[in-house]
């Protein structure tokens, strides 16, 4: 029994000797287990409050993208409000570039049409000086005799000259029928009155010879009025009436309007329409 019993306690001996290792190695195990476990937990936490704080910055990122995003859509609307602005500006910039072409066009036109009648009117003035002289040598007037002119018989030593007004180009400027050289020529700027009108001489011609008896130099019918070749020295006085002769008859009946020491105007008064009054006509008072 001695040796049985202690064989039998060896083997228990044994035995709880690799109960305790096993048990052992299950507490070792385990113990790994859960460090592995609590690392893990430790590392998933760790990655849970990475995650929360990146949403918490992504959060914050949207919050921001969305201020940004109401500031551009205030700006948008700002730039759009400036841009229908300019773009309503540039129609009316646009319009009055238009408008500022058409009356720069019609200016242009207009001054073409004024440097035409200014070249015209040149060319009538050349004229007017040739006819002028011609009148003032059919009637044997002299330089002196141009300055001598009265506008009444009651103030024969007042001396005027035969002037007025007329338009040129986009001025005004006075005539005066004057010696404009030594040679006894006439300037002749402008028109408006009929006896003074140098667009009226221009329309009349001087009678070669009529110095000779009282005879009809000019007529001129846009201002209605003749000029002949008597004045103060024949007695002639301011609203004389004469009676114009052809062949001998009456044709017309003129009025006295403006008095020269040799030559007059005068208005027609009455007139015979079949027997108009022309240059080189006969004058007698009536």
């Known amino acids: 029994m001695g040796k049985f019993g202690i064989i039998l306690a060896f083997l228990l001996s044994v035995a709880a000797a690799g109960g305790s290792y096993y048990l052992y190695q299950g507490w070792v195990e385990a113990r790994i287990v ?11 936490k760790f990655e849970k409050e990475q995650i929360k704080a990146e949403k918490e910055k992504i959060k914050a990122e949207k919050e921001q993208i969305t201020a940004e995003k109401e500031q551009i859509t205030a700006k948008s609307e700002v730039y759009r409000t400036k841009a229908e602005a300019m ?29 035409a009648m200014v070249a015209e009117l040149q060319t009538k003035m050349v004229g ?16 002196a005799d141009m300055n001598a ?33 030594s040679e006894n ?21 001087a009678t070669e010879g009529a110095a000779t008896g009282a005879r009809v130099l000019t007529v001129n019918r846009k201002f209605n009025f003749v000029v002949i070749n008597q004045g103060l ?9 004469l009676k114009v002769l052809k062949q001998g008859r009456e044709s017309a009946t003129v009025q006295i309007e403006k008095l020269y020491d040799k030559f007059s105007a005068a208005t027609l008064v009455e007139e015979d329409p079949k027997q108009q009054v022309v240059e080189g006509d006969e004058i007698r008072q009536a």
């Open 34 to 44: 859960r460090a592995s476990v609590e690392a893990k937990y430790d590392q998933v």
């Open 233 to 241: 020295q024949e007695g002639l006085k301011m609203g004389d009436k």
């Open 185 to 205: 020529s006439v300037v002749a700027t402008g028109s408006t009155s009929p006896a003074a009108s140098a667009e009226s001489f221009s329309q009349g011609t």
């Open 128 to 143: 007017l000086e040739k006819k002028a002289r011609e009148a003032q040598a059919a009637c044997g007037v002299s330089p």
């Open 149 to 181: 002119g009265y506008f009444s018989t009651s103030q024969p030593s007042r001396s005027t000259s035969f002037s007025t007004t007329a338009a040129v180009g986009t001025g005004s400027s006075p005539i005066v029928f004057r010696p404009a050289s």
């Open 87 to 115: 773009r309503a500006q540039l129609g009316k910039l646009q319009a009055e570039q238009s408008r500022i072409d058409s009356e720069r066009a019609v200016l242009e036109k207009q001054l073409k049409s004024h440097q």
